[in-house]
Structures are given as structure tokens and as C-alpha cells.
């Protein structure tokens, strides 16, 4: 059941929820090994982004006209009662999702996306330079640079850019250049490639790619997936809207449940709810069993990327050195979690649970038979997660209202459901050694 | 821009055509070669499908309530503005697009899919038995089919099962059971793989193949993609919205663009707007080079299916044993067009254009990039035709309104951009020697 969107749901101020918080937050660093500030950014980022990135005492910022015309070709996006869902598990709990896998990209980034090209665009930016795994943020971002005239370069880690071939193929139908990460573009490129003629690339590495060039042109401009504040505070257009779109509808959430690769999906989700969280609201981040940063990482400062271009952020971390086993989510192998997200784990505030893959393909594919949505590999551990506390309220029969995000549809990737209902799919788990070596690795501040 | 659809736009009521044309339709033909009845469709459709398929009288026909609530779900779909492609080409006429891709199955035709599952689960029947060619058609049925508890049975076409794998994976993820066609399941495969055992079907077999089961059971239905007056009856939702959604904006459509296959997206599009035909709007249909069936067909009554076991319908055909050579848009290379699209197109109430697929996977990538909507290459077929008028538009300095359909999103065929962006899609032309033939091979009437 669809609860359809009104337009006065599309928010004029994304929400800022910093000036909330109870505690204090570690600043940024930058490579100088100071708190990062307007100048460590400058050859990274327009102005208003760094500006939205330091922002601590602004709660509501606003959305620039221009760029709200834009959101409204897609947004608001709906919010979903998984009625069938709910009949098939026999569960009392009311299950609610918003559903950003309608978007024109398919996915939530093109909430960032759109807004760090309109930044650029008016910084006079020519080019956006970032990096992707298996494309969703790439595709997005290639969406969003057509729309301002902007090119759009993408360092795309070798292992997708060879195997998850259509997140490729999208960025180029869309005109962005896409090149296969390590690259022999970059100084980083070719030492890892010189050590490794065959590497298959990591997120790390391609952020250090993108990094590299983007601070060596003066016409180009970098944009980040996720991790980041102010990518978190354009994603909280999802968690604004839900919560209109619930309260119109008449129910309180009591659960909320986003799985994590950055974070900025969750946090988009569940920050606009943070006065709920203080009143009880239990808040679940669902992670890779590959990859937990959250359940298995380090509370620390470390590098955004392997090359240690970027700056240093107070975060759960795997360590910047450790390469998850190869997983059929691929934005979930990233190594940390936003600083902001990390602060409310560290607080008790929100809670984390991991899942093996096949433990969330075998819960994707529930929801697609029931739902008639085949969701993203990585909106299935938020299904999976669902699923159990679902099933949990069916034991204590308790009528929870649990509200989601699916956060991606699965345009790019429809083979690994497929090759997991052939049984190809392995469970792949984290790699204790190599965190140890990593963790030594961190930076010592 | 969006046009934000409101509930109200959702119809209440399908718009069947027939009573309005001012001009006789001859009837569709049963296998006895008498005019098809009831009785000649009682094994492959319940009921209410019947009566849709033979009403000739009443012009609206209400949508049960169970139904259109389930339309709610996704309806109505959105109405666009492409104001970035009217600029890239300069032209004063203003481009309307209806976009039918933001549905579930990424395609239009989930509105006639729930209708026939819909009915078939109130008549008790446990299995649907369908035929698709690249599978957004199969994709739509198996989502509604879970819809109501109905298992989906899928012949599709060998060389997309074989090919065009993601229309299969869904359809699998969905639950579906799907079998490469000519199959061993039937007699009619049989045959066919005695002859050629490395046959590359065609969807006229396929079609006979599903015909063949559904007709041999008690607890199964056939559903129809496209072609038959109900399947139009249902699609109408589109244009019935459409209409709603522009004179609300203030516009008047002046031309009207879709692309055929089997026509029930046109009519769904254009018959709502029949009365804008009396008053001198253009609508035009696109088809391919490899099967113009309205521009170089015979008006004939010919067999819907390869094997002869469906119903005779008077139609543009290029003869039902004329096999199109093998282009990107399978859904294209069917060898009629719906009686309907085709008295209209007699009636000369309608014109016809041809492109080759070269020509429509340019002007797709074309509006990808402008509009950030990658289309099917069925859908680039439409677009080729409104970039043509738009830019006669701007030669003759003409503000038109030109409305068209977007009907299904690229998921399920991202590699044909990427090939022809390679340079590996070249163009396919109707084979007029082997058309020579299938028209002598018409059924004497």
C-alpha cells in the first residue's frame, strides 16, 4: 500500500543535526594534522559545501529554489506499507519503507549528487571528478553533472568496472567518462598497479584517484558518495519526508532500520528522527558481515582513503589498509562509517546488527515475491534486519511500527540474486587478521 | 519537469473506444472461421476478460475497487516536461512525455498484468500461462501473479532467454517459471525443434506454445501482452491520466507519439484522445524498419500466433510466418498490429513512422543525457519520432504541444547503448522477399 506523496512533503531546509546532539563531536583533520578547515578543502570543494561540511550550529539549512525544482522531479518520494509482507511473516508489526529506488538513478544518491553539482555548477566547475564501486553513485552523479553542463569523471574500481558491467555502461550512456581504478592516470594508480600489475582495485584506492586529480585541476571539483556531513544533510530529505508522510498517515515509528556502507543512507533516514531516538525509538544500522565497521571496528581517527590523500575522521574503523573480501554489495566494503553515524553508535543511541550476504539475498528475495520490488543487494540486509524484528514482535506480540529505507532498486545488479538462487553466492566474513594489521596501521594522532 | 500526478487523476473507469469510432469494425475470428465468441475463448480467458474482448456498446467500463487500489501503488504515474531536450534542440514546441518506466516492473505493462491477474485469480485459476519476447512483459505478470497468490508460467522467445538474460533473472527472482521457447513442453515446441533443433523461436511460437498448455488445463488462464482490445481497454489508465494531467497544466496535445509493437501502448496512450483526433490532433506510430507492419503490412485477417491454434484478427500484418530479423527491441519484431491501431490507421485517422534501431538508439541516448532518464531502445523508437517533429517544429516556427509515451525504463537492456555506443548495432531492414511469401501465406477468408 502506497501512501501517496503530497507535494508540500519535499522539504524546503535539509535538516542539520549537529546543534542537537548532547555531546560533542572531534572535528575533522586534515593532512596537516589540524582540525580540517576552509583552506585543506578549497582545491576539493566549492565553498558552500565545506561550508555545510563545518556547520555545527545551523540546524535547518535551506534548499536553494533552483536546486528544490530539481528534487521535485522525483520527489517527494513515496513511503510504502509492505501489507503482503506483513500477512506472509503473520507479524503485528506495521512495516513501513521509503522507497528512493524510483529516483531517476534508481537510487537515493541522486540527493547529493544533485546537490554537489548544483554547487559546482555555480562555483563554475567543469568537471566533477569522484569514485564508485558498482556504479550507483556514479550513475547518480552522471545524471546530475548533464543537468549543470558539467563533465563527469568517475574512477570506478577495476573489479566492478570488469564484472558489474551495467553501472559502466549506464555512466557511459550518460556521457561520464569512466576509468578502470587503479589507473595509469594518477601517481596512485600506477605505484599500486606497479606493485600489483593485476589489483583489483578498492574504494579506498579509488577515492585516492579521484582525490589526486581533482586536486590538481583547478576546472574540476570532487564529490563524495556518502561518509561526509554534508552528504548526510542532503540525504535528510528521506527521513524529513517519512516522517511527514507517517505522521499524515497517523502512526510513530518505534523501530527504524537502514543498512550502512558510508552511512549517509542511514543517517539521512534516521537524523530527521533524532528527537524520537531520545524518546526510545530504537534505531538499527544493518551491516555486512564482510565489512561491520560499527559491531567489529575501531572508535578512531583514520584516513577516508588508502593513499591517505583525504582527511582523517573520527570514526569505526576497519582501518584504511583493509580490503574486505569481495562481496556482492560493493559499496558495503568500504572500510569506515560518517563520523556523525560512528558518534551515535559510540553514544548507545543506535544499535548495529550484521548479516551475511546470503542471509540478505535470501530476504531480498522474500520481499520481491511479496512486494513486487526487487530491491538492491544492499537494501536486502535492511530487509533481512526487518525481517527479524518482524518475527521478534510475532514472539513478544508486539504491534511495533518499523519503518525502512530502500534505498536503491536493482538495475545494476540483477545477477547476484540470480546466481544466489543457483547457489554461486558464498558467505564471506571479516578478515580478522588483516583488521588486526590494519588497526596497527592506523594513524598515530 | 513534473507535472505532480494527483489521486484524482487515477480513472475510475477504462476507455473503450469502439462505441465513439464512427466508423464499423469487423470481428476477430475463431478457429471455426465464424466470428469469435465466448465459447472459442472459454479455455484460454475467465470471463470478465471475454466480455472486455467483445464489448462493443459500453464506452467505460468501472475498475473494481480491489484493483484500482492496487493501480494506487504506483499510479498515476507522473506526466514530464523534457524543457532540457527542448532546449538542446532549440524548438518552440513543447515536449510532454507520459513515463510509464517508474512502475515496479519498470514498464507499462504491470497495468494490464494485474488486470488479467486480477481476474483470472477471481475465475480460481491457479497458473497463468504467458509467452514475452525480451521479458518486460513476462517481468510484469510474474509481480502481479504474486499479487494474488497465481503461479506464472513464461515461454519466452530462445534468443533472450539465451541473450537478453535480465528479463529471465527477474522473472526467476519473482518466482516465476520460465521455459526457453520451442520447448519439449509441448507438441507445438516439438515440432518446431524437429525441424531445427537450434531454432531461435520467435514470440508468434512462443505464443502457441503457451496457447497449447493453457488451452490443455482446467486450472490455468492465458494472459495477453498486447495486441487484443481488452489488454487497450486496460492500458487506457495512461492516456486517461495523461489528459487529466495536461489540462490541468493547460495544454492541448496537438500531436501525439508512441512507438508499436503490439499497439496496446499506442491505443492506451491515444484512444483517451479520440475526440482530440476528430478535431484534427496528429498521432503517430513508431515502428521499426525490421517490422513496419502498418507501413508496409497487408490489412488481412491474419493468425495471432506462428503454429495457428489463436484467433484471426483483421489487422495490418506482415504475415504470421514472417520471422524480423533479429533487432534490439524484441518486443518489436511481432508480425501484427492490434485490430484496433490498425482500423484507425485505415481509416487514415493516424499516420505511421519507420526508423531503424540506429536511428532510435541515437535519439535515446540523446534524451538520456538531457533528460537523466535512460529509455528502453523500444521507448528510443518514440523519441526518435518527437525529436524529428520538434525540430520540423522549429523550421516551420511552430509552438506545438507533443505528448508521447516513455512506456518502459532501460533495466532489463542496458547493453544495447553500450554495443551501439561501440559501434556493434547495425541497422536491420524488413526482408521483402520472405514478407512476399508470408503474405501468400495468408489465411483465405
Known amino acids: 500500500m502506497r501512501f501517496t506523496p503530497e507535494n508540500k512533503d519535499l522539504p524546503e531546509k535539509w535538516y542539520n543535526v549537529i546543534p542537537d546532539l548532547e555531546f560533542s563531536l572531534s572535528p575533522a583533520m586534515g593532512a596537516s594534522g589540524y582540525p580540517l578547515g576552509q583552506h585543506d578543502m578549497n582545491s576539493l570543494s566549492p565553498n558552500p559545501i565545506i561550508e555545510q561540511e563545518l556547520e555545527r550550529k545551523k540546524r535547518d539549512v535551506p534548499i536553494p529554489p533552483e536546486l528544490r525544482n530539481l528534487y521535485a522531479e522525483w520527489r517527494p518520494t513515496p513511503l510504502f506499507r509492505a501489507e503482503r509482507l506483513e500477512k506472509k511473516l503473520e507479524t503485528p508489526a506495521r512495516l513501513f519503507y521509503k522507497y528512493e529506488g524510483g529516483s531517476p538513478s534508481g537510487s537515493y544518491d541522486l540527493n547529493t549528487a544533485m546537490a554537489q553539482a548544483y554547487y559546482a555548477s555555480h562555483d563554475g566547475a567543469e568537471h566533477i571528478i569522484t569514485a564508485t564501486g558498482d556504479g550507483e553513485w556514479g550513475v547518480s552523479l552522471a545524471i546530475a553533472c548533464n543537468h549543470f553542463g558539467i563533465k563527469c569523471r568517475v574512477y570506478m574500481v577495476r573489479s566492478s568496472y570488469d564484472e558489474q558491467v551495467y553501472g559502466r555502461y549506464i555512466m557511459e550512456i550518460l556521457g561520464a567518462d569512466v576509468v578502470s581504478s587503479p589507473s595509469e592516470d594518477t601517481s596512485t ?3 599500486v598497479l606497479s606493485s600489483d600489475p593485476k589489483a583489483p582495485g578498492s574504494l579506498g584506492t579509488a577515492i585516492s584517484e579521484a582525490f589526486e586529480e581533482a586536486m590538481s585541476r583547478n576546472d574540476a571539483t570532487f564529490a563524495w558518495g556518502t561518509v561526509m556531513n554534508h552528504v548526510i544533510l ?8 517519512a516522517q511527514q508522510q507517517l505522521r499524515r498517515a497517523g502512526f510513530q515509528p518505534e523501530i527504524c532500520i537502514g543498512a550502512v556502507a558510508g552511512g549517509s543512507g542511514f543517517g539521512g533516514l534516521v537524523f530527521p528522527l533524532y528527537r524520537e531516538i531520545q524518546h526510545g525509538m530504537r534505531a ?3 551491516e555486512t558481515a564482510a565489512a561491520p565497521s560499527l559491531s567489529k571496528g575501531h572508535y578512531a581517527y583514520d584516513y577516508v582513503d588508502t593513499e591517505r590523500l583525504g582527511p582523517m575522521l573520527q570514526m569505526y574503523t576497519l582501518g584504511h589498509s583493509y580490503i574486505p573480501p569481495g562481496i556482492r554489495a560493493g559499496g558495503m566494503r568500504y572500510h569506515g562509517i560518517s563520523p556523525l553515524v560512528s558518534a551515535l553508535y559510540r553514544e548507545k543511541l543506535m544499535e548495529a546488527k550484521l548479516y551475511t550476504q546470503r542471509q540478505a539475498l535470501e530476504a531480498g528475495i522474500m520481499f520481491a515475491r511479496s512486494e513486487g520490488l526487487v530491491p538492491s543487494p544492499e537494501s536486502s540486509y535492511t530487509i533481512r534486519a526487518v525481517i527479524d524484528q518482524a518475527v521478534a514482535c510475532k514472539e513478544k506480540k508486539e504491534r511495533k511500527n518499523i519503518l525502512f529505507l530502500l534505498n536503491t532498486n536493482s538495475n545494476l545488479d540483477t545477477s547476484t540474486f540470480k546466481d544466489f538462487l543457483e547457489g554461486a553466492v ?9 583488521v588486526v594489521a590494519a588497526i596497527n596501521n592506523l594513524p598515530k594522532m
Open 189 to 191: 594508480g600506477r605505484k
Open 234 to 241: 542532503h540525504q535528510t530529505l528521506i527521513g524529513l519526508e
Open 284 to 286: 538499527i544500522a544493518v
Open 426 to 434: 558464498e558467505d564471506k566474513y571479516l578478515l580478522e587478521d588483516q
